[in-house]
Every structure is written in structure tokens, then in C-alpha cells.
């Protein structure tokens, strides 16, 4: 069984920073992406930021230049940086990978979440 446990969340103030951390978990062939998410009250969930396997790269247009996503060496952990952080950045956060898992004599793709981790930006 694959997971996804997320860490890293808080109260900060405007202007502050937080590094949020995904780590995979299980029977992982390879991971294809690995990202982040979020969801405001009485929002949508929204992409945040996007990092796939080729170490590329998509961040929304609102954290571009403020958030940062990258990977460890193991390539099975995720981290957010998250700078000059602002009170709309208020959400709960999900990691979320897209990746292979052993299927039968094959492989097979699989989406997982995380149980999301609350970030508040505060005064």
C-alpha cells in the first residue's frame, strides 16, 4: 500500500516562510510526478506546484517567485518551500503523486493523495 504523509504546516505570519515535506511510502516502481495542491474555504482545490520525474517544473501564477518545489536524492520525498508568504496562501495542503506500482507480472499507474497539512498566514 502506497502513502503519501505529509509534514511542514503551521501558523505563520504574512511574509513568512514554511517548507512543507511529502514523503511516498510502499512497493514505488518510479514515480512519474509528485506536486502540490491546495484548497481555501469554500474554494476549488487548485494546483500549487509540479515537479515530474525529468525534474521539471510548474508553479501556479500566484506563488511563482515565492514557492519553490523540489525532491531528496531518493527521489521519494517532496518539499515545498514557501516564501513572502500572504494571507490568501491560507489552505490546506495535499501532496499528490502520480507513479507505478507492481501490477500483477507488470506494473500499473497509480494517483495518490495525502491527508493534507493546514497552513495559516496570519497577524
Known amino acids: 500500500q502506497v502513502q503519501l504523509v505529509e509534514s511542514g504546516g503551521g501558523l505563520v505570519q504574512p511574509g513568512g516562510s514554511l517548507r512543507l515535506s511529502c514523503a511516498a511510502s510502499?512497493?514505488?516502481?518510479?514515480?512519474?510526478?509528485m506536486g502540490w495542491y491546495r484548497q481555501a474555504p469554500g474554494k476549488e482545490r487548485e494546483l500549487v506546484a509540479l515537479?515530474?520525474?525529468?525534474?521539471?517544473?510548474h508553479y501556479a501564477d500566484s506563488v511563482k517567485g515565492r514557492f519553490t518545489i523540489s525532491r531528496d536524492t531518493g527521489k521519494t520525498t517532496v518539499y515545498l518551500q514557501m516564501s513572502s508568504l500572504k494571507t490568501e496562501d491560507t489552505a490546506v495542503y495535499y501532496c499528490?503523486?502520480?507513479?507505478?506500482?507492481?501490477?500483477?507480472?507488470?506494473?500499473?499507474?497509480?494517483?495518490?493523495w495525502g491527508q493534507g497539512t493546514l497552513v495559516t498566514v496570519s497577524s
Open positions: 510502499g512497493t514505488i516502481v518510479s514515480i512519474n510526478t
Open positions: 499528490n503523486a502520480d507513479l507505478l506500482i507492481p501490477f500483477m507480472a507488470s506494473t500499473r499507474s497509480l494517483e495518490v
Open positions: 515537479l515530474s520525474s525529468g525534474a521539471s517544473t
